[in-house]
């Protein structure tokens, strides 16, 4: 679920209901629980809701922290990424950071249902644009888990979009099926690219125990109000060794603006350490971690054991770690590096490169087809494929 700003017009269709604009507002369970030691945590300001660091603001957290239980945390922002009121906080036991408060389950539910899609891609289903980014991506993802898992083996993707990753994954020898909160996405990746992507939530799949080899969830575990239930419940889907592939986006991360960093969908904001350690609580083993070349993504491949090891949640300098590098990422720092120059550059290379990709008229399972030939198959080959495409199109 890779995100980018609200397009132009997409606000309105979060104000009205504004489950995750207006998150204290709106949640029925707010009344029940304990108040904020802040007077007003809006004014007081975190070091991350400016561009200049503050001292941190201690409070206590109406959500215990999902990898140690602690509930004394700081302040870290006070401000969403549109400048709306958003809480963050973050755990000085463990550095786990997270929205706090926050929507209840069903509003949350509700949301990611009915509205997420239009509110952050201005459509209800993927546009050709999208489907060739996404593909992209996929094939890029796919060859990652091709290295840790042979052809033949049953994938499930967690919050699957428009089935990208699925189908690519199908391509490659999987016999991948998916799942998708929003129905639009859903029922394009199974009308138009064909693939088998069913509608729900994860709460809702039904899955035999032990029938699958790996899961992955793309930007999907930050979104989950309950990341470690999650965990629990997809290493009763894996067999004994099987893969959980997680890819979440980088609290640690430089290469936005300051004030990007935190965002109203982003429940949890995780890094490679405390990804991994949640992994552990849930009984898996760390097979790796690393992080993207811009290091705005953090990856977790992990794997089901038979008898986990009881993991301990400290851990020690992490909180540390993470603070001072929200507190040294200042808006005059970021001016100053390269990031702000070379994000513009970067994306209008890829805009121009996807105009290129989108020349003629291409359905999606055709995009999606090109991309995989040239990301997998040898110049040769490709040859040979267009050549006996368009002898078939002639015909
Ligand atoms: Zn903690």
Redesign the pocket.
């Known amino acids: 679920m890779p995100h980018k700003s609200p397009p132009k017009g997409s606000q309105k269709s979060l104000s009205p209901k504004g489950h995750l604009k207006r998150p204290v507002g709106n949640d029925p369970h707010e009344a029940h629980r304990p108040r904020l030691r802040t007077s007003n945590p809006l004014t007081v300001g975190g070091f991350g809701s400016g561009y200049f660091p503050m001292v941190p603001v201690q409070t206590i957290a109406t959500v215990p922290?999902e990898?140690?239980g602690?509930q004394n945390v700081e302040i870290v922002a006070t401000q969403d990424r549109d400048a709306s009121p958003l809480q963050v906080v973050l755990?000085p036991?463990?550095g786990?950071v997270w929205n706090d408060p926050r929507p209840s389950a069903e509003a949350l539910a509700a949301y990611y249902r009915e509205e997420y899609r239009q509110d952050y891609k201005g459509t209800l289903e993927p546009k050709p644009r999208h489907t060739l980014r996404a593909a992209r991506v996929a094939v890029e993802r796919c060859r990652q888990l091709r290295g840790d898992l042979p052809p033949g083996e049953a994938v499930l993707d967690l919050g699957a979009g428009g089935g990208e990753v699925v189908y690519v994954l199908r391509q490659l020898g999987f016999p991948a099926s998916g799942i998708e909160p929003n129905a639009g996405y859903a029922r394009f990746a199974r009308e138009r690219l064909h693939v088998p992507v069913t509608s729900g939530s994860w709460q809702e799949a039904s899955i035999d125990p032990g029938s699958l080899s790996a899961v992955t969830l793309f930007h999907v575990m930050e979104h989950l109000d309950s990341p470690l239930q999650a965990m629990h419940l997809i290493r009763g889907w894996l067999r004994t060794g099987g893969l959980l592939w997680i890819e979440v986006p980088n609290v640690e991360a430089v290469c936005q603006a300051p004030s990007h960093r935190f965002h109203r969908a982003h429940l949890y904001n995780f890094n490679d350490a405390t990804l991994a350690a949640l992994g552990r609580q849930a009984g898996f083993e760390v097979v790796r971690t690393f992080t993207s070349a811009d290091g705005g993504n953090v990856t977790a491949v992990l794997r089901k054991t038979e008898h986990p090891v009881a993991a301990t949640p400290s851990l020690p300098g992490n909180a540390n770690h993470i603070r001072g590098i929200i507190q040294a990422h200042t808006q005059l720092r970021h001016c100053l590096s390269a990031a702000p120059f070379l994000r513009p550059l970067r994306k209008l290379r890829q805009r121009v490169s996807e105009t290129i990709g989108l020349l003629g008229k291409k359905t999606p399972k055709e995009l999606m087809d090109r991309v995989i030939r040239e990301a997998f198959h040898s110049g040769v080959l490709s040859v040979v494929i267009d050549l006996s495409e368009l002898a078939a199109a002639a015909i």
């Open positions: 922290c990898l140690c602690s755990c036991q463990c786990l």
